[in-house]
Nanobody
Framework: HVQLVESGGGSVQAGGSLTLSCTGSGFSFDDADMGWYRQGSGNDCKLVLALASYGTTYYTDSVKGRFTVSRHNANRTLYLQMNSLRPEDTAVYYC????????????????WGQGTQVTVS
C-alpha cells in the first residue's frame, strides 16, 4: 500500500531554517507529482510547493524565494528546504503525491503523509 513518511519538523526561531523529508513507498515514485501542503491555525490546508515528475514547480507566493522543493527519485525522497522562516509559516506540513498525475497544478493528491509540525517563534 502507499505510504508517505515525513520527517524533519521541529521548532525554530524566526529567520532560521529547516529541511523536511518525505519518503514514499508502494507507488511509482518516478512517475508521481510530489509536493507539500500545510495546515496552519486557520485550518485551511494549502499548497506550499510541488514538483511534477517532468520538472514543473508549483508554489504559493508567500514562500517564493524562501522555500525550495527537490526530489531524489533513486532514494524515493522529496525534500522541502525552508529558509528565512517566519512565524506565519507555523503549521503542520503534509507530504502529498499524485500518482497518476492529475495535471491540475497539484490540486488533488490521492495520497498523503501523516504530517509533521513546524513551529516558528
Amino acid at each position: 500500500h502507499v505510504q508517505l513518511v515525513e520527517s524533519g519538523g521541529g521548532s525554530v526561531q524566526a529567520g532560521g531554517s529547516l529541511t523536511l523529508s518525505c519518503t514514499g513507498s508502494g507507488f511509482s515514485f518516478d512517475d508521481a507529482d510530489m509536493g507539500w501542503y500545510r495546515q496552519g491555525s486557520g485550518n485551511d490546508c494549502k499548497l506550499v510547493l510541488a514538483l511534477a515528475s517532468y520538472g514543473t514547480t508549483y508554489y504559493t507566493d508567500s514562500v517564493k524565494g524562501r522555500f525550495t522543493v527537490s526530489r531524489h527519485n533513486a532514494n524515493r525522497t522529496l525534500y522541502l528546504q525552508m529558509n528565512s522562516l517566519r512565524p506565519e509559516d507555523t503549521a503542520v506540513y503534509y507530504c502529498a503525491a499524485e500518482c497518476p498525475p492529475q495535471f491540475d497544478d497539484f490540486r488533488s493528491p490521492q495520497h498523503w503523509g501523516q504530517g509533521t509540525q513546524v513551529t516558528v517563534s
